[in-house]
């Protein structure tokens, strides 16, 4: 057996808290029961009643004889009817018998085993005899004629406990099923509108933050779905009040900037020396990165804002492509780098457009931000395993393995890194993946150095097309 398998064998569940308190509960009423029965197995009184009852009843029966064969034929015949049944029912030991005529004072029947051996009873009370080294209760009952003497062996302890286990063991085995499977099936029965509940939660998608929308038949659930609502109105608030922070800090914002902005285009019309001009220039491009982080923080907002329903249409990827790619050329020229695009497939996928050009022109940006000039980017659209893919590969530094997986963290930068950024745009990029359930993946290239982010769509129809390909001049 695997070890998730043991994991999951072992994982607390409530059916199983429900047969494990049986199976306790059953044992201890096993353990009270087999104690009840010992004691009053080895209770002495309860033993001679029985063989007082059995000594009576025989000499009532006897009494009526009058010869002294015929008395010992019964006697025989009662003693072995008696030890054939103990001995069927494996009870160890013998019953020892003797019968006496008053009259005569003599022994008319003794069992065999008693043979020479004197039954020392007395009449209407039991005492202790050792015969042959074991010890007997002996009990001795009269008529007028006949006088009948009984004597029993002490049970031990280890057969009377095993006798007293093999019988409410299995009546304990039958009755343990029979009063399980209604308890099983009350609760599993009882736990299915729970199970309900929880897929009906993790069938929602993660913006949803809706009213749970239960109204459950059981007291139990109530409150469980009425604490989910209420948690699902907090959040609600709370996601509002950062999304309207964060929006209005950017807009408020964007005056300041496009003032400045204005300012810095009149100043760098006046005359000035060389050391202000570039004093004036470091601040254009301060300006530019604000700008910019402005832009990505509306951006990021506007993301993590709740997706509408009818938000999503189909998007034709080749021409999709091909317009980011356009957009990008002013920026690839005065760089001088080669933006490649081969189409293998032409594909339609379904995703919010929005969403989809902020993913890939992140990713097309973050390749010509990074790639040194006179590099390459090459931008692949085809089909894997019946999935639309595309890769865009460039021949920037890459990213060190250890901190691939810190990439998508907001305001993440690479130490040593010279390129301007505000480490927003991958985390926008993965977000913009999660929400229309598309697969992004960065790694190294192997042959050198450089990235390769392969964007992978969970819903497309691909079909074959020519292989069209688009180049910046060298």
Same mark, same amino acid.
């Given at each position: ?25 059953? *044992? ?17 009184? $309860? ?54 005529? @008053? ?19 007395? !009449? ?10 074991? =010890? ?19 049970? *031990?302890?280890?057969? @009377?406990?095993?006798? @007293?286990?093999?019988?409410? *063991?299995?009546?304990?085995?039958? &009755? ?12 599993? #029965? ?15 998608? &993660? ?15 109530? %409150? ?25 800090? !950017?807009?408020?914002?964007? *005056? ?8 810095? /285009? ?6 000035? +020396? &060389?050391?202000? !001009?570039?004093? =004036? ?45 356009? +957009?990008?050329? %002013?920026?690839?020229?005065?760089? +001088? ?8 497939? $032409?594909? $339609?996928?379904?995703?919010?457009? #929005? ?17 040194? /000039? ?25 990213? %060190? ?27 926008? !990029? ?5 929400? $229309?359930?598309?697969?992004? #993946? ?33």
């Amino acid at each position: 057996m695997s070890v998730p398998m043991l994991k999951r064998w072992w994982q607390p569940t409530l059916v199983r808290r429900v047969v494990v308190a049986l199976l306790i509960a059953f *044992t201890i009423v096993w353990v009270v029961l087999m104690a009840v029965q010992y004691r009053e197995a080895r209770n002495e009184e $309860n033993r001679d009643d029985f063989m007082r009852h059995w000594s009576l009843d025989l000499a009532r029966v006897l009494g009526d004889v009058q010869d002294a064969a015929e008395l010992r034929g019964l006697a025989a015949v009662n003693d072995r009817l008696f030890n054939g049944s103990r001995e069927r029912q494996h009870v160890p030991g013998h019953v020892l018998l003797q019968a006496w005529d @008053l009259k005569a004072r003599r022994l008319v029947y003794s069992t065999p085993q008693a043979e020479g051996v004197l039954l020392q009873g007395q !009449a209407g009370a039991s005492v202790r005899q050792s015969v042959g080294g074991e =010890v007997y209760r002996v009990l001795r009952s009269e008529s007028p004629r006949w006088a009948i003497v009984m004597a029993m062996p002490k049970m *031990t302890d280890a057969w @009377l406990l095993g006798r @007293l286990s093999d019988d409410l *063991t299995r009546y304990m085995v039958i &009755a343990f099923p029979i009063v399980l499977l209604p308890v099983w099936l009350a609760v599993r #029965h009882g736990l299915r509108p729970l199970r309900r509940l929880s897929e009906r939660i993790a069938h929602r998608g &993660a913006d949803d933050l809706s009213p749970v929308g239960v109204d459950p038949r059981y007291a139990e659930l109530k %409150p469980l779905v009425s604490a989910l609502d209420a948690l699902l109105s907090q959040l609600r608030a709370k996601i509002r009040r950062e999304h309207a922070f964060v929006q209005d800090a !950017a807009h408020e914002l964007r *005056t300041p900037i496009t003032a400045m902005t204005l300012q810095l /285009e009149n100043l760098k019309a006046c005359p000035m +020396d &060389a050391e202000t !001009a570039v004093q =004036v220039s470091q601040f254009e491009a301060g300006l530019k990165r604000t700008k910019r982080l402005i832009e990505q923080l509306l951006r990021l907002a506007r993301q993590e804002a709740p997706q509408k329903a009818d938000a999503a249409s189909n998007v034709d990827l080749a021409p999709f492509l091909q317009e980011l790619i356009s +957009d990008l050329m %002013p920026c690839a020229d005065h760089r +001088d780098i080669d933006i490649g695009l081969s189409v293998d497939i $032409n594909a $339609n996928v379904r995703a919010n457009p #929005h969403e989809l050009r902020s993913l890939l022109h992140n990713l097309l940006d973050n390749a010509c931000r990074y790639t040194p /000039e006179h590099g390459v980017v090459d931008v692949r659209l085809f089909a894997d395993s019946g999935k639309v893919v595309v890769e865009i590969v460039d021949s920037g530094p890459g990213i %060190p393995p250890d901190l691939l997986p810190r990439v998508y963290d907001r305001f993440f930068r690479i130490e040593g890194s010279d390129t301007e950024g505000s480490g927003l745009g991958l985390a926008i !990029a993965k977000h913009a993946a999660e929400r $229309n359930r598309i697969d992004l #993946h960065l790694d190294n290239r192997i042959e050198r150095s450089g990235l390769v982010a392969r964007v992978t769509f969970a819903e497309a129809v691909p079909g074959q097309k020519s292989a069209p390909k688009l180049s910046t001049a060298a």
